[in-house]
């Protein structure tokens, strides 16, 4: 995108560039603030050997899950399965390569990614098979592997709103991942409900700067639990 304004008018131009093999960062947590109709746009596209790094992968039918369905992911880097019974064929069968990853250092991946830090010390996982193969030190007494950043070639975003240049307002939990992953993105593309005028948004209340921000679409959003509980 050249200029400031951030603004595309379909999803086939929000995700131009997209191809084969690439690693894509997918914000969200569960199904609360995923990209779901980018998601759906890479389904159409019929892109293959994605390498996917998210959180979790959406679930049967919806969501990353969809990606899933159609083979288009190689790889998935994530913290869990979820509720999604397809992943955990395709982990279990062999289909698919599964790197599972401490949800805090998935997070710490990609914000490390995204601030240029190539790699970091972390506690977490050390003992366990988290650790195999990874370079171990010790400070203060105490054992620590050393994680690799994650950046990608693409990362997908869902926002509440959104100005012309890209600076971006997550609502509530939606806060979980996407501003992480809108950091790390070599094209960041996010989708939210609003567009609003420049200066709208206060300096104060934006989540992700316009900088991170390649692209910014208008879309509508389903919104669907991932397990609803009730009570009797």
């Known amino acids: 995108m050249a200029g400031l304004d951030k603004r595309v008018a379909t999803y086939e131009e929000a995700l131009a560039g997209l191809t084969d093999n690439m690693t894509l960062l997918a914000g969200g947590f569960g199904l609360c603030g995923i990209p779901e109709n980018l998601i759906a746009e890479i389904k159409r596209l019929g892109v293959k050997g994605l390498t996917v790094v998210s959180n979790n992968c959406g679930v049967d039918g919806f969501g990353l899950g969809v990606l899933l369905e159609d083979r288009q992911i190689r790889k998935m880097i ?10 955990e064929r395709q982990l279990l069968s062999g289909e698919l390569e599964v790197e599972l990853t401490p949800q805090g250092t998935l997070a710490e991946k990609m914000r490390a990614g995204g601030a240029g830090i190539p790699a970091f010390f972390t506690a977490t996982g050390y003992g366990t098979p988290v650790a195999e193969g990874k370079e171990v030190r010790e400070f203060k007494g105490r054992k620590y592997i050393l994680e690799e ?6 990362a997908i975003v869902k926002g509440w709103k959104a100005d012309h240049y890209g600076n971006v307002v997550y609502r509530n939990t939606a806060q979980n991942f996407n501003p992480l992953a809108a950091t790390a993105g070599k094209i960041t593309v996010v989708e939210v409900e609003e567009i609003v005028e420049p200066g709208v948004l206060l300096p104060s209340e934006i989540h992700t700067p316009g900088i991170f921000v ?15 509980t009730v009570k009797a």
């Open 78 to 87: 994530a913290s869990y399965v979820g509720e999604n019974a397809e992943f």
């Open 149 to 154: 950043s994650i950046t990608g070639d693409f």
């Open 214 to 228: 390649d692209r910014v679409i208008v879309g509508t959003f389903e919104k669907r639990i991932e397990k609803r």
